[in-house]
C-alpha cells in the first residue's frame, strides 16, 4: 500500500489545502493528513482536535484519506504512518525554497521523499495566515475555505 502524508498546522485548512489533497490522493492508496499538534511558533493556535475534526468532515466520504494529529517531526510521523512520501504545496519561489531545505533535511533523517505540488493558479495568494488576518478584520472568509 502506497501511503503519503500531508503535514500542517491548517489553522485554519483552505481551499488551497484542498487542492493538493485533491491533486495528491490519485498518486497513493492511503493518504495522511497530518495536523500539527506541538504549538511551536504558533501561539493561539486552536487544538490540534478541533482542526483535525473539521478536516475529517470534510472528508468523511473520502475512505483513502485519514485525517490525525501529530506531534514531533514530521519524518517521525510518516515513519509511524509507513509512509514513504510527505506531500507539500507550492506557491511561490519563496515556499519553493523553504521545502525543498526542508524535503533535504527529512531525506537525510530517514529517507523519506518530499512531493511538491505547485498551487493552482486561483489559489496561489491564499494562505492561512491571511485568511486569519481577514477573519480579524470582520472579512467573509467562506470563499477561501473548503465547501463540503
Do not use: C, W
Not at 71 to 86: M, R
Request: glycine content about 6%; proline content about 6%.
Amino acid at each position: 500500500m502506497k501511503t503519503g502524508i500531508f503535514v500542517g498546522s491548517f489553522n485554519p485548512f483552505t481551499v488551497g489545502h484542498d487542492s493538493i489533497v485533491t491533486r495528491a490522493l490519485p498518486l497513493f492508496d492511503r493518504l495522511v493528513i497530518g495536523v500539527v499538534g506541538d504549538h511551536v511558533q504558533k501561539p493561539g493556535l486552536p487544538s490540534a482536535e478541533e482542526r483535525v475534526a473539521v478536516i475529517a468532515k470534510l472528508y468523511a466520504d473520502q475512505p483513502a484519506i485519514e485525517v490525525k494529529p501529530y506531534y514531533g517531526l514530521a519524518v517521525d510521523f510518516a515513519k509511524a504512518e509507513n509512509a514513504h512520501f510527505i506531500v507539500k504545496g507550492v506557491r511561490s519561489a519563496k515556499d519553493f525554497e523553504y521545502e525543498r531545505e526542508q524535503a533535504d533535511i527529512n531525506r537525510q533523517l530517514s529517507g523519506v521523499e518530499t512531493i511538491l505540488l505547485y498551487s493552482e493558479p486561483q489559489y496561489s495568494s491564499i494562505s492561512s495566515s491571511m485568511v486569519r488576518e481577514l477573519q480579524h478584520f470582520g472579512v467573509d472568509v467562506s470563499p477561501y475555505l473548503p465547501k463540503k
